[in-house]
C-alpha cells in the first residue's frame, strides 16, 4: 500500500472541490443533455417494479459522483507511481462509459448497447475498485456504493431490454 506523500498541489482543497465538482457537474450534465429526466419515450417503457421513483435517481447520483471525485482526488494526491497511474487511467475510462450511457440510452434510446454499456461500465468499476485498493482502502470502498448501484442499473437495463421489444 502507498502512503501518501508531499502534496501534489499547494491548492489540495482547491483541487479536491474542483474534482468533486466536476464529476457531479459532468455527470449532471451527461444525464441533462440526453433528456433523461423528461423523456416521454422513457415512461412508454415497461420497467421493473424495483425501479426507483425518478426523484431517486437526482438524489444517488450525485452522491455516487461526489464520492467518485473524493476517491480519485486520493489516489491523485499520492506520489508517482504505474499502479497510481493505470488506477487513474481506469477511473478516467469508466467515467467516460458513464457518461456515455445516459446519451446512449435516453438519447439514442439505443437500449442493447446502453445495456452493453452498463455491463461493461460495472466491470470498469470493480477493476478500479480493485486497483485503487492496492493504493488506498479508503479510496476503493467511497467506490463500493458506485459498484453496487452499477450493477443495479445493469438489472434495470437488462429488464427494459428484456420486456421491450424493439
Known amino acids: 500500500m502507498i502512503n501518501a506523500g508531499a502534496p501534489r498541489s499547494r491548492r489540495p482543497r482547491m483541487v479536491l472541490a474542483l474534482a468533486v465538482a466536476g464529476c457531479v457537474i459532468l455527470g449532471g450534465l ?7 429526466g423528461t423523456s416521454s419515450w422513457y415512461d412508454s417503457l415497461e420497467t421493473s417494479s424495483l425501479t426507483p421513483a425518478p426523484w431517486v435517481f437526482g438524489v444517488i447520483w450525485p452522491v455516487l459522483y461526489a464520492l467518485m471525485g473524493l ?85 434495470l437495463t437488462f429488464f427494459i431490454w428484456m420486456n421491450n421489444p424493439s
Open 71 to 155: 476517491s480519485a482526488w486520493i489516489i491523485w494526491r499520492l506520489p508517482d507511481d504505474p499502479a497510481r497511474t493505470h488506477g487513474l487511467a481506469l477511473f478516467v475510462v469508466q467515467f467516460v462509459v458513464n457518461l456515455a450511457w445516459s446519451p446512449v440510452f435516453f438519447g439514442a434510446q439505443l437500449v442493447g448497447l446502453a445495456l452493453m454499456l452498463a455491463g461493461l461500465l460495472f466491470v470498469l468499476v470493480a477493476l478500479t475498485i480493485w486497483r485503487f485498493y492496492g493504493l488506498s482502502r479508503f479510496a476503493a470502498v467511497l467506490l463500493l456504493p458506485y459498484l453496487i448501484w452499477s450493477g443495479f442499473a445493469f438489472y
Open 30 to 36: 451527461s444525464g441533462l443533455l440526453s433528456g433523461s
